[in-house]
């Protein structure tokens, strides 16, 4: 009893003891759990980098993301994504996006796909971002954006460079044209001067030399070269520009051009030959074109003497041989007239064409995919210099009718044939080959196309022995007349005869 007394007597003492050292008593609060449960842990979701090649060839690249959570789950997960333009550009470098993924129960990962577009241009790599938001419940995104990065695969572009022709009264200056195949990842310069061949300077023209840049995102440029007239009457003259020291953001095709001055100093001899009008029948006001001509209500009168008013074209306009001034025949394999010549090429294929005014005859091009074809493209370079590492760097042609797609092999086997009768087939002058062309056609190619089927608005060769140094083409998207590289593919249309 005296213990227990003593206890009731220090009760309180003990209580506030206890209470001080952290304990308790039964009589007071419930002790805290000294182990509690531990809070449920976070899931994670981060997405990672990712990279990859253009596409190529028209095609389209997958480049793959993986989105990722830190454990997988009972349940989906799922976050919100959406793709921002940087270096690259949507639409044109990716394939934008933006939605909603899920990872579903039981995985921890999921592939997120992006399509990369194919592009011709030689650029730096490129990137753009992909970026995470509204996770799942009890969902923390640790990563919220990952870094595409596009690898460019395409090479330098080609730089050409091509030089029509100028008459030498009515052009003050020549001009050459700079062009890449396409757009270069920076600025491209090329060094040039001008050098001698038959035409001379200063009397032909003004000596010219300096740097030629095409900025970043373009593709064209062009040097100008002063024009000396003369009065002498003489024969075409060429000059050449002369290239150099191409900056490495392009590939140089042809490392000089000619140009062609041609004289229009007439003496009183009488021209022998006998040449095609230009086949132009409207006329143009100071504001217009394709007009009436000598017309007062469109104002053409007001400007007599032009191209449409003068010449076969306006004197011997019959359209059934031959738009405007043109005249031409039909002739089938045997280089007999076909009986009838309203027939198109469809109904009753002819083999040759004859022209009436100029006594040339012309071949006919047959169908693409096939021999003589209009799709056939050949080069005119010098059979003996082939098989040079200069000249295997470049394709040359694209034929179905000879093994070696070059001008003379062509010249050969049409020869062997005896097309329409004839084995003295060649390829044309320039002065025959644009003595075709339709410069009235209200679009391309320019050439009266009822009697010459299957042309394409491209480029045909010219004879090269007729030029002093680069080989010429005859464009029939426009008429004009430029130079190009002799081992580089183009069309041809043989013809024979001669003025």
Known sequence: MRRQSLRRTIGGFLLGLVAACGGGSGGGAPDPDPDPDPPPAQVSVSINDASATEGSAGNNTPLTFTVSISASQTNDVSVDFQSSPGSATASADYASSTGTLSIPAGETEVDLVFDILDDPDDESDESFTVTLSNASASTVITRATGTATIVDDDPAPML???????????ADQAVFMFELSALARDEVSVEYASADATAVAPDDYQSVAGVVEIPRGERMATVTVPIVDDTIDEQDEQFELVLSNVSDTATLTIDRVALTIVDDDTTAAVSPYRLNDTGVTRCANGLSTNLDCNDSASGTNDFPGQDGETGRDAGADDDTDGVAGFE????DAAGSPLPDQSQNYASTPWACIRDEVTGLFWETKT?????GGSDETF????????GTELVEFFEGGQCFSVAECTASAYVSLVNANALCGFDDWRVPTRHELISIVHYGAAAPPMIDIAFFPNTLANSYWTDPAQTVTSPQFVDFFDGSIRSMDARVGAHLRLVRGGW
């Open 379 to 386: 080069d005119v370079f010098n059979p003996v210099d082939r």
């Open 328 to 331: 031409f025949t039909k002739l």
């Open 367 to 371: 169908t693409t995919g096939s021999a």
């Open 160 to 170: 050409t460079v091509s030089a029509p022709d100028v008459v030498e009264s009515t």
